[in-house]
């Protein structure tokens, strides 16, 4: 099943959708439209057409690195650890 990203339209203290998050569903489930934890508006982070794989393949980080991309995952209120690619090891919003 595939990831996808959302990203919150507005600044939240909310765990789940500050920021942006990742969330797994269905192929056939429709995109979310509000955040599942508070209710706030999200709207969909449509991944490049390049990074999307064969149905039920998982993005692989040495996909998002070939792609010239890099990949980070949230480790706290805006904070974010790279997980692929190039660039800084910690991303911090502070
Ligand atoms: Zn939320």
Redesign the pocket.
């Given at each position: 099943m595939p990831f996808y990203e959302y990203t919150?339209t507005d600044e939240?203290d909310?765990?789940?959708?500050?920021g942006t998050?990742t969330i797994l569903q269905h192929i056939s489930d429709s995109a979310l439209s509000t955040?599942?934890?508070?209710?706030?508006p999200?709207r969909r982070v449509i991944s490049a057409p390049n990074l999307v794989g064969h149905p039920g393949d998982d993005l692989k980080p040495s996909k998002i690195e070939e792609a010239g991309f890099t990949q980070y995952r949230k480790i706290g209120k805006g904070v974010y650890e790279k997980s692929a690619g190039k660039g800084p090891g910690i991303i911090s919003a502070d």
């Amino acid at each position: 099943m595939p990831f996808y990203e959302y990203t919150s339209t507005d600044e939240s203290d909310c765990p789940q959708c500050a920021g942006t998050f990742t969330i797994l569903q269905h192929i056939s489930d429709s995109a979310l439209s509000t955040c599942p934890c508070c209710g706030q508006p999200v709207r969909r982070v449509i991944s490049a057409p390049n990074l999307v794989g064969h149905p039920g393949d998982d993005l692989k980080p040495s996909k998002i690195e070939e792609a010239g991309f890099t990949q980070y995952r949230k480790i706290g209120k805006g904070v974010y650890e790279k997980s692929a690619g190039k660039g800084p090891g910690i991303i911090s919003a502070d």
